[in-house]
């Protein structure tokens, strides 16, 4: 199937596409790590659950890195080519550009399927997994992570909780205290003991029992004091994920059939994240075209703004589609064939515009 230089240049592009993408996933896992550490530290999560996390947050890491790894890829094997005038003597065989949207095709096809299997399938499973593994955690947290005799700030400072003794169990408390800013006053909550409850969606509330709130600042006229037998605290979660973060994990077989803006946003943008790992490919090969002189990586930084804009219009097209600005009919697809039509015409220019048939397939 493989010539020799055809086999060269496709190991080439290979090895590339693994370490760019083994760099790029570095950065992004280690950017969550210390997120998730920062949130084990501060009691949001359990730490034994950290790589658990990760592991599944690598998987959307990959469908959302790998088309511009691929693209990446591509562009700097081409450059190097260029650069070393090596591309002069491949082309001095009779190799032109038609063998290399070959070799691109035959590499980024695969590839484009495997994540398009990932992207549908696996991945609404995984961030489906990865939320009740969250929402497990949350409930296990009873006490929402707090330590006996520490305190503990929340919000940035917003709330302040200290606790004296915590039971075994981690569902009561003895002794609390609470400061909290409420509408623009400062409010300071005391309980002999409390509880955690959990209301019909799921929200919780820390219950305190036999205790007293004290509103405003000492000595001014409007302080209150008040002697309460039970005050729930509605605890926030920063973990709670909204609306459009669980639509990622509804599985595709039910955005297919779903006639709602929002679900076909999502579907669409589903599809499009492999899509764009094939279109970016094609892209690659005229604009990865540089001259000599110019150096391995003489057009890279106009290349990668091609591709931010091209993410950036997906993006925008999708809430467009989610809140139905944008007919579904038009969606995303719009911008894919904005990209294809964009590399026919750099090819074209590439090749002057000449009998297209007979120097696509001859020499560069």
């Known amino acids: 199937m493989f010539s020799i230089i055809e ?11 693994i370490g760019v993408s083994l760099v790029l996933l570095l950065i992004f896992i280690s950017n969550r790590l210390v997120r998730y550490l920062a949130d084990a530290a501060a009691g949001d999560i359990p730490s034994n659950l950290i790589f658990t996390l990760l592991a599944l947050k690598s998987i959307s890491y990959f469908i959302t890195l790998l088309p511009f790894a691929l693209y990446l890829a591509i562009l700097l094997v081409l450059g190097r080519l260029y650069r070393d005038n090596e591309m002069v003597a491949i ?21 484009t399927l495997f994540a398009g299997w990932i992207s549908l399938k696996v991945g609404p499973s ?6 009740k593994i969250i929402d497990n955690a949350e409930r296990k947290l009873e006490v929402t992570g707090l330590s006996a005799g520490r305190f503990r700030e929340i919000r940035g400072g917003e709330r302040i909780i200290y606790v004296e003794e915590i039971s075994p169990d981690r569902k009561r408390t003895k002794n609390v205290f609470i400061y909290a800013r409420l509408s623009n006053r400062d409010v300071v909550f005391s309980a002999a003991k409390a509880r955690i409850e959990f209301n019909q969606i799921g929200e919780r509330y820390l219950v305190l029992e036999d205790g007293y709130r004290y509103d405003g600042v000492p000595g001014k006229a409007d302080y209150r004091m008040t002697r309460y ?4 605290f509605k605890l ?3 973990f709670k994920a909204n609306a459009r973060r669980k639509r990622d994990s509804v599985p595709t077989e039910r955005l297919l059939i779903s006639k709602n803006p929002r679900d076909q946003a999502e579907l669409q943008w589903r599809i499009s994240l492999p899509l764009s790992a094939f279109f970016l490919a094609l892209f690659a090969i005229p604009i990865g075209k540089v001259n000599p002189r110019q150096g391995r990586y003489g057009k890279l930084a106009v290349a990668i703004l091609v591709s931010v804009f091209y993410f950036a219009l997906l993006s925008l097209a999708q809430t467009k589609v989610a809140k139905g600005e944008l007919s579904p009919a038009i969606g995303l697809w719009w911008i894919h064939g ?3 039509l964009l590399t026919l015409l750099l090819t074209a220019r590439q090749l002057g515009f000449r009998w297209l048939g007979r120097r696509f397939l001859g020499r560069a």
Request: charged share 20%.
């Open 7 to 17: 086999r060269y240049i496709a190991r080439e592009i290979f090895q590339t596409l």
């Open 91 to 111: 082309n001095a065989t009779g190799m032109g550009i038609g063998k290399l949207y070959k070799i691109v095709i035959l590499l980024a096809l695969p590839l």
């Open 126 to 131: 995984t961030s489906a997994t990865e939320y």
């Open 229 to 232: 037998k039970e005050h729930a």
């Open 236 to 238: 926030i979660s920063k």
């Open 338 to 340: 904005l990209v294809f």
